[in-house]
């Protein structure tokens, strides 16, 4: 079924080859050095932590750094990806050495970001929770996501900046003020932390040496001999029927069904984080991006938009970030010293992640129930 | 509308006059005294206070005092209601002396059962938020709910069984058993308060001057001279109306779109409970009890099971029950002197409950879009 569908997704795939993979690898790797100009132009440091002060009127200067970045870990997440779904077609010694490079690079990368994303997530939902519905919109620095200003935050994220006081959050209780304050300790300090790490790992050796391998590659792609005449569409309709079996394996008639009450059921068991139903749901999320991608090969540049794949990676993107943000907010509450009050305000935080997270899976179950738009 | 609707479920209505009414007010009164009855040769302790040790083995009688007690609130809110709705039939000064005593007396009789089946759903949801599915079940006492055995609850909730160590509860984090001791040490106080509460108002004069007011109404209904000529169902459809109103009023398109996170949006503000956005939903709860029985009072007592109403009325009332339950995790959150991890489970305990009231509020929308089954 898996491959009926991608043949009537895709009339032309069937005379797809080898020669499309090495075009799109090249094309990836062009993107990836691309991108690693750009960044160091723009001041190469990280992309994530502009320097003190420097909000929106600093100039495009961060902005664009956060941008390069982001195409970094783009395309190094596509090369990777396409080296798994095409295996057979690379030389596999060169394909076994670079990827756990490149999955290291975007990996170190991605999680600065990935706790500057949380932290406003967590600090929107601890304003939503306290019915503060006007956010007062401050400096918008080179971090805000998706035109997003995190509220009543500190400016100047160059540093650990600890809040020690509580600004701008008058309406908030003392509670959700403290655990805004403690969250924004925390994960500002994780996130310092990931901004070094990845300040270091862009000046490593090991860093130079993966941009040489794309370099390379940027021209000349290690096809192995058959691969040339080689159809490209059974290798993605393998890389789609991995997906379905996980999606068949998910708990989607539960997921269906509106306020089961799953995610929260391990709310307040002993275990932390992460909650061992989440897997599999995280495994699904990694197995379509891989899909997509092996459609993205496939169509060389020209992917029709299937809005379906694209709803349910959204779900999923948002089923990992309250996964997440709800283990934050558990492992902050498990803080020495804190308030019952800071602990309270923390444990509806965690609550209304899980609740997220199922919100979330909901989603994606009502976008893949949706007839692929091409099929019968 | 209403008016097209009533006539279509019940194309008797028209010929129902006042004679019905009467007729539905003895025995309604019937049904009190005969509960009333009951209830003191069953012990007549109120109903829900079975002496320390009384469990399932110690006979039937402390399980019929319970359903005294209950068919003696279910038909005092049933005399009430049916005065209110057809108000213009009824003796005014009669009525008007009556009904704040009926009120008085099923509010103060209900109390005590209300606060311990709020125990039960916290203490049940503590249990599922911890991953505990087995729950042990012990002595089933009088109060028991439907069967469900309160888990892990110390026997003889004789007097205030103050819940100093937490037994059977090796499952549960710290944080959930000692919020689990603490709201079963505030809900029993509070449960013991109404139990003497109530004792008290079943011995008082003014108890004696309700009862004896029903006991003339068995016989002698104070009709007004024209009522026995008047047609009852413009009344009824009269209270239809003004729970479709009040329906109206409701946010339904956005309670039937699942995870709307809307229940939860003051779980941290500063005003504690009840949530000001519940008050529309618990006076929906009430018109449509109303409705409930004046369709009763119009059929006779054969009135046809209406599954929508049915399903509505539950889901409100799951709704009032949620509503309660997480003011009642938040309230005991404010307790002085609690660890973290306490208010830690509490929170998470609140926002469960808080999304129990949105998923309420889900279903109740979902039963009242549906048709009602006699209409075109």
Known sequence: MAQQHLDQTDPTAEAVAGDALAQYLRAQATEFLRALRLHRETGGNGGSAPPRGSGGAAGDGPQESVDAARALRRSARRISGSLHTFRPLLDPDWSEEIRPELAWLSG??????AYQARLERLLLALHRLSGVTALPV???????????????????????????????RGTLTVGAAKAGALLERQLTLARTRAHSTALQALGSSRFHAVADKVAVLASEVPLTPAAHGTELGPLAAAAEERLDDAVTALPLVTAGHPYNAEALVHGLSPEPSPHPQDGPWHQVRLLLRLY?????VLHGGDAPLDVRLLTAGQALNRHRDASEAAAAAAQAARTPRITPATAYALGVLHADQRHEVEAARFAFQQAWQKQPVNAP
Chains 1, 2 share one sequence.
């Open 108 to 113: 170190t990368l991605g999680l600065e970001h």
């Open 292 to 296: 997509r991608y092996a459609r993205e």
């Open 138 to 168: 401050r400096t918008v620095d080179a971090l805000t996501v998706g035109g997003r200003a995190l509220p009543g935050k500190t400016a100047g994220p160059g540093g650990p900046a600890f809040a020690t006081a509580v600004p701008e």
